[in-house]
């Protein structure tokens, strides 16, 4: 094993947490922002990009933390060592509602490629790279761009997908479409390519994008049901506009609902 043997434990529903118990010298390499508790004995280190090219100088950890910055993520990481004698644990939370999915890179041939803010935590020695796209018009229009992440080693990573998680098995030469928005990551055994959805109508009056995507097996593609991004634009359409109170919603009709919500401030 390159990377750290960690146990882990996933607790909750909808807002889940994971959390790592780490043996002496043991370390896990998280996102910032991803920490939630953890047990006296940890220490905290804030490194340049994953950690993996410590070794190697300052070229190295320049080359590692260039990598996260071509995939919108900070430079840094933040790793949790183990300094104490005994067992430890240290939790990471989700970053809204969803799933947390737990990867065994050894299990899926030591790589693993996901859309670029699902990465969550992974073991110290776990490689956090870029994927970038050979075909342009993935790269245009499948939603993830050129670059996607990619994991690589032979350790524990975990990433989050946003609502209800599917899991899908594809056969070879089997495919699924999807929304390109929904699709959390694949084993690289998958064929990832976007297609038009075509049609007038569709195109007009769908409301569903121009594209979706095609992920032909075999290999493994894990799905949710609520990317952040369609998330945030509900949000963003639903939130009062100018700082004020909601004048979009109908004007009277509006005006009539705040009266029934105990709202009468116009």
Known sequence: MTAHEIDYEIFGEEMQYVEIELDPQ??????????MMMDNGISMQTIFGD?????????????????????????????????????????????????????????????????KD????????????????????????????FIMQKLEGD???FVHAGGTLARKELAAGEVLKVDTGCIVGFTPTVDYDIQFVG??????????????????????????????????????????????????EGSLLGGLGNLLDGDNRF
């Open 199 to 248: 049609g007038i109508r569709n195109t007009l009056f769908g409301g569903e994008g121009l594209f979706y995507a095609t992920l032909r097996g075999p290999g493994i593609v894990y799905i949710q049901s609520l990317p952040f991004s369609r998330l945030a634009s509900r949000v963003f359409a639903a939130a009062p506009q100018g700082g004020g109170k909601d004048r979009g």
């Open 118 to 145: 699902a990465f969550l935590c992974a073991a110290k020695g776990v490689t956090v790279g870029i994927e970038f796209s050979r075909k342009l018009g993935r790269g245009f229009f499948g939603g993830e761009g």
């Open 51 to 115: 950690g993996s090219n410590q070794n190697q100088g300052v070229m190295g950890k320049l080359f590692s933390a260039g990598k996260r910055l071509l995939t919108g993520e900070s430079l840094f990481m933040t790793v949790f060592l183990n300094e104490y004698q005994g067992k430890r644990k240290v939790s990471f939370a989700s970053p809204y509602p969803g799933k947390i999915i737990p990867i065994d890179l050894s299990q899926f041939g030591g790589r693993f490629i996901c859309q």
């Open 155 to 157: 350790g524990m990573a």
């Open 26 to 35: 043991e370390a896990v390499v998280a996102e910032a922002g991803s920490f």
